[in-house]
């Protein structure tokens, strides 16, 4: 005995490499026409029906089995998953374009653009993906995540820190010695404090494109 069925996406396209698998333990995949074609051994029953495939959600359908073949009627819909990611800048909370996406296991890779957010092919519900973000400009650090996928729609938002500097500030007395502890606080959108060292400097990160404001005592 066989079924018969055509998987097929929201907008009525066959799905190919979609696996089934029944109740009775027998597998089959679709073809590039959608089509699966799956062995019975369960005459008189109704046999439960499995579809997996990366990127969509698991779905599952029925049929009481008869002699010969097992046509459905209708065909069986699957609904692509909707996993998206939003890359910010760490300081201004702004997108950033041309960052690099790859996700292990997951062939391909993707590279965010000026829109909001970019989506993540080939997710699966209720399973765990390291992801790693790199930019090509080299005005980001890398950064490597672990997700895990819990719902259709999820957003994952990562913020990625710019490319620091560091500048080096001397104190001296006017007889050009060193001075050590010269109380310093740079103020940006948060206060670092620094004392000088006994070379009477202090070290601060900053970042590009930003404004400070050093203060001294």
Not at 51 to 78: F, H, W
Not at 122 to 132: A, Q, R
């Amino acid at each position: 005995d066989i079924i018969s069925f055509t998987v097929l996406n929201q907008d009525d396209d066959p799905i190919q490499g979609v696996t089934a698998r029944s109740s009775d333990k027998r597998t089959a995949r679709s073809d590039s026409k959608g089509k699966i074609h799956l062995v019975a051994r369960n005459r008189g029953k109704t046999t439960e029906i499995t579809l997996t495939k990366p990127g969509y959600i698991e779905t599952k359908t029925s049929v009481k089995v008869v002699a010969g073949d097992n046509i459905l009627p209708q065909p069986v819909r699957m609904q692509a998953m909707n996993v998206r990611i939003q890359v910010l800048d760490q300081l201004t909370k702004r997108p950033i374009p041309n960052i690099r996406i790859k996700v292990k296991g997951i062939t391909g890779e993707i590279y965010t653009t000026d829109d909001h957010f970019q989506t993540l092919f080939d997710m699966e519900l209720n399973k765990s993906y390291d992801i790693s973000l790199s930019d090509r400009s080299k005005n980001y650090l890398a950064k490597d995540i672990k997700e895990h996928i819990t719902s259709n729609g999820q957003l994952i938002q990562v913020l990625l820190e710019p490319k620091p500097r560091f500048i080096n500030v001397e104190f001296t007395d006017d007889k050009n010695r060193k001075l050590e502890g010269v109380k310093t606080r740079l103020q940006t959108d948060k206060l670092q404090f620094q004392d000088s060292d006994r070379n009477g400097v202090v070290q601060y990160k900053v970042y590009a494109d930003s404004s400070y404001h050093l203060t001294y005592e």
